[in-house]
């Protein structure tokens, strides 16, 4: 050994690994965290376990488990892409959080890469859960997955990039109230319990541009029509996401 040589010798490690250990830690964080939980998976599998199991909506012909399934997977995908993650990054950022690890080797884009997959992570478990909660509902889905995982691809995109422009522009209270009320809202009036043909026809046409109805339209025309793919709903999607995505890169405030 040459002199001066230190061993281990000190350095950031690769950057695939501190992606990788960076995303297990925001996976383990949301899984311990109750509220998140109730929010991202409780509230999803009430929805599709109680309205497919009580005759509250009118869904139309068919089983209501065929209608709501979609639906529950779209709930689900929003609460943790966006509500979810706008509320974790909003106080992250009121702490400091972001700004110390904006500090350590990990750069910005790896940690926006890390807290990425670490949502795909959780909306798997979601998919996962929620698909076989609808089964022993009785559902019957139709239809290309290739398809489904592009949709679930595209509004993960979508609301992420919503959630992170929300969470890095308005204060962490704001944040909280905003991506709640949004939530609920878009639970209602997004094609996710009610059919968006109950709604008049100039509010309808407004709905069906918001990426939770695009979403949860979207699904429904794969799993329950056996569309092969619903380029409209994708193409309002990737909208939604390339503008949110943007929006977040461009003002978003680590501090």
């Known amino acids: 050994m040459s002199a001066g040589t230190f061993v281990p010798a000190p350095g950031a490690a690769p950057i695939g690994r501190m992606i990788l250990t960076q995303a297990g830690l925001e996976t383990r964080m949301l899984l311990r965290n109750g509220e998140q939980l109730l929010l991202t998976v409780i509230i999803p599998s009430v929805v599709l376990a109680l309205f497919s199991a009580v005759d509250i909506i009118d869904t139309g012909a068919g089983e209501r488990v065929d209608f709501l399934a979609p639906g529950a997977l779209a709930l689900a995908v929003m609460a943790t892409s966006f509500t979810g993650q706008a509320i974790g990054t909003g106080f992250e950022r009121r702490y400091g959080v972001l700004k110390r690890l904006a500090a350590s080797p990990l750069p910005r884009w790896g940690l926006m890469a890390a807290k990425t997959l670490s949502v795909l992570v959780i909306q798997l478990l979601q998919v996962v859960l929620l698909t076989a909660i609808a089964l022993a509902l009785g559902w019957s889905p139709h239809g290309n997955p290739l398809a489904v995982v592009l949709l679930l691809l595209l509004g993960?995109?979508?609301?992420?990039?919503?959630?992170?422009?929300?969470?890095?522009?308005?204060?962490?209270?704001?944040?909280?109230?905003?991506?709640?009320?949004?939530?609920?809202?878009?639970?209602?009036?997004?094609?996710?319990?009610?059919?968006?043909?109950?709604?008049?026809?100039?509010?309808?046409?407004?709905?069906?541009?918001?990426?939770?109805?695009?979403?949860?339209?979207?699904?429904?025309?794969?799993?329950?029509?056996?569309?092969?793919?619903?380029?409209?709903?994708?193409?309002?999607?990737?909208?939604?996401?390339?503008?949110?995505?943007?929006?977040?890169?461009?003002?978003?405030?680590?501090?």
């Open 156 to 255: 993960t995109a979508a609301f992420s990039g919503l959630g992170l422009l929300m969470a890095g522009t308005l204060r962490a209270e704001a944040t909280l109230a905003a991506a709640n009320l949004v939530f609920i809202l878009l639970m209602v009036a997004g094609g996710v319990m009610v059919p968006l043909s109950k709604f008049p026809d100039g509010v309808r046409t407004v709905l069906e541009y918001t990426p939770i109805a695009a979403l949860s339209e979207g699904l429904r025309d794969v799993l329950q029509h056996g569309a092969s793919m619903p380029w409209g709903a994708a193409g309002v999607l990737a909208a939604w996401a390339v503008v949110g995505l943007a929006a977040a890169a461009r003002f978003f405030k680590w501090e």
